[in-house]
């Protein structure tokens, strides 16, 4: 069965960091790339950031870019997303993808497989 399980989440006051990572099982997704996306209540689901297979790619949505960090280890099968300076805006679930390429895309119509998501809530 596979599975990709989100950890890291958590209430932190603004300006603080949050480690948020994702760990798959039932499957190697080292020849895929990851992303991660986020869905704050009452509003659709949105991308946040994304990453190649190698690592060598990445992609951020404009509101994340420049404090939040996505990388990867593949011996470990999992992602991560470093978050820093954290805003109240920033409060939602955010769940991790594998999209069915090698190459990182924005749209949640290339990813496959979603964990269940974890929680960030950021106070002001």
């Known amino acids: 069965q596979v599975q990709l399980v989100e950890s890291g989440g958590g209430l932190v006051q603004a300006g603080g960091s949050l480690r948020l990572s994702c760990a798959a099982s039932?499957?190697?997704?080292?020849?895929?790339?990851m992303g991660w996306f986020r869905q704050a209540p009452g509003k659709e689901r949105e991308f946040v950031a994304a990453i190649s297979w190698s690592g060598g790619t990445t992609y951020y949505a404009g509101s994340v870019k420049g404090r939040f960090t996505i990388s990867r280890d593949n011996a470990k099968n999992t992602v991560y997303l470093q978050m820093n300076s954290l805003k109240p805006e920033d409060t939602a679930v955010y769940s991790c993808a594998a999209d069915r390429t090698v190459l990182p895309h924005t749209s949640e119509a290339f990813y496959d497989y979603w964990g269940q998501g974890t929680q960030v809530t950021v106070s002001s």
């Open positions: 039932g499957r190697s997704f080292i020849r895929n790339a």
